[in-house]
Structure formats: C-alpha cells, structure tokens
C-alpha cells in the first residue's frame, strides 16, 4: 500500500495549511459574496467533475484495453475529484486564488458525499463502496476550511501592506514544501508507473487531457477561471481514491495505478500553469 512516511506526509500538511493561508490573506468580503453569486460557475464546476468526467471514465473503461485493476482504478479516480495538489497551480493564476481556494475545498467535501453514489453505479459487482467519512471530513476542516478563515481574518485585521506580504511568504513555503514532498515519494511513484506499463500510463495521460479540455470549455466565462477549473478537473483526488480502495477492494493492486496517476496528473497541469502565467505577464507587459 502507497503510504507516505511522517517527513512526507508533514510537509504535505505544510503545503495545504500554508496555501489555504495564502488565498485567504488575499480575500475579502467582497471577493467572498462575489464569488457565492457565480452559482452559474459553480454549478458548471460540479458538472464538470461529477458529472463529464465519470463519463470520459467510464467511455475509456468501456472500449481500451485495460488491466482489471487499472480500469477499477480509473473509475475510482473519474468519480472523485478534488484533487487539493491542484493548489500548487491554481493559486499562481493571478485574478483567481479564491475561485482556486474555494475549488479546493468544495470539491473535496462534495465528493465526500457524491462519490460513493457515483462508484455505486459505475463499478462493476455488488461490492459496496465504504468510504472514511470522518476521516475525510476532519482532515477537509482542520487543513482546508480552517486556514481559508483564519487568513480571511487576518486580512480585515491586519495592515494591507503586512497581510500582502504574508500571503507570498505562505504562498513560498507551500511551494517550497510540495516540491520537497515530490522528490522525497519520486521513488515510490516511479516504482508504481514501471509497473502498470507505459500503454496505461499512456491511457492515464488520455484521461487527464481529456479531464482538463472539459474543464476549460466548462470554466468560463472569464479567462482567469479557465485555467483554474481545468487543472482543478484534470487532477482528481488520488489520497480519498486510496482510501476507498484500501477499504473497498482487498486486492492491493488496484492501488499500485492510482500513485502512479498521481504522478503522471502534475505535469501537464504544472505546464498549462506555466503557459498561463507566462502569456499573462506578456499581456501585461504589452498593455
């Protein structure tokens, strides 16, 4: 089973507090009520991840060629998003860290919840999906609610200048932890993509390309929300997928394709990222 040991698993913790911190020091109550009165971005946002994708997933289970394990790993991962490693990227798209802290968080909790219904009618069997609800409900509050508040109230209290410059020194230490994180588990997750074989792998890197293009066309109609909703879709939630496997599925292979799709969803959304940001400053240097 893909377990991370303490080192990793702290600088994790690290990583999320410290991001969620920064997008709240960068809200206000206004961005707040602006955002709940997108319900119209909201509502695309859902269907995107729980209603497009599990489709694109079953479509792929249904007509490639894959390994049993691999293909229930890809039905786990289609019906679950909230993917939080998508906030190394959605929080450098400037205009939009709310949209990508609020993503974070509601597609973590909605899932929760949607996801055993969505496994329940596309998993093959009569085997009943159980999934650690206050496990995953306590970890949702204590590393992505909590530090989301507790930055918007630091913002109303503390000097704009001050609260500035804290959010980008959060912002600099959940990067610097999610790239350590990656180097320390680089071995385990190459270990696991050796051996689900370079067809799978090639099927898993279809999936997110194909996750991603539906959250674009689904996230506008701004061009800041874009970018956000299509990383956000193309990486699912591979901790909650290895959860539900570890309690659904005695068969410890199923895990194996699930770490090494979480390896193989960061680099095309790390690249889209780049892109984005890049042809930003560009814009901006030419205005």
């Known amino acids: 089973m ?12 690290v990583f999320l507090v410290t991001a969620m911190l920064s997008v709240g020091m960068q809200t206000t109550m206004k961005d707040l009520r602006s955002l709940l009165a997108s319900r119209g971005l909201l509502f695309r946002s859902l269907l ?14 249904r ?53 055993p219904v969505l496994l329940e009618l596309a998993l093959p069997g009569d085997s009943p999906v159980v999934v650690p609800y206050a496990r995953a409900l306590i970890f949702i509050v204590i590393f992505l609610l909590f530090p989301l508040v507790l930055g918007m109230v630091a913002t109303s209290r503390l000097k704009e200048g001050l609260s500035g410059k804290l959010s980008k ?23 696991a993509m050796n051996a689900v074989g370079k067809d799978s792998l090639l099927y898993m890197l279809l999936f997110v390309v194909l996750s991603m293009v539906a959250g674009w066309f689904m996230g506008g109609p701004t061009k800041e929300t874009r970018p956000v909703l299509a990383t956000v879709t193309g990486m699912r939630n591979v901790a ?21 799709f979480s390896a193989l969803m960061v680099p095309p959304s790390m690249l889209y990222t780049l892109y984005w940001v890049i042809r930003s400053k560009r814009k901006a240097r030419v205005t």
Not at 66 to 79: D, Q, R, S
Not at 179 to 185: K, Y
Not at 245 to 251: E, G, S, V
Request: hydrophobic share 60%; aromatic share 10%; glycine share 6%.
């Open 240 to 260: 909650l997928c290895l959860l539900i496997a570890l309690k659904t599925f005695p068969d410890p292979e199923v895990q194996t394709p699930l770490v090494a």
């Open 63 to 115: 007509f490639l060629p894959l390994k049993p394990e691999v293909a229930i790993a890809f039905l786990l991962l289609a019906c679950t998003p909230g993917g939080i490693s998508a906030l190394q990227f959605t929080t450098k798209i400037k205009g939009a860290s709310l949209f990508a802290g609020s993503s974070a968080f509601i597609m973590s909790f909605v899932a929760v919840f949607l996801t």
């Open 169 to 191: 020194l959060c912002g600099l230490i959940s990067a610097v932890a999610f790239v350590v994180v990656l180097v320390l588990i680089m071995g385990q997750r190459k270990e």
């Open 2 to 13: 893909f377990l991370l040991d303490a080192l990793p698993r702290l600088l994790t913790y």
């Open 48 to 61: 995107a991840n729980f209603v497009v994708v599990p489709i694109i997933g079953i479509v792929l289970v």
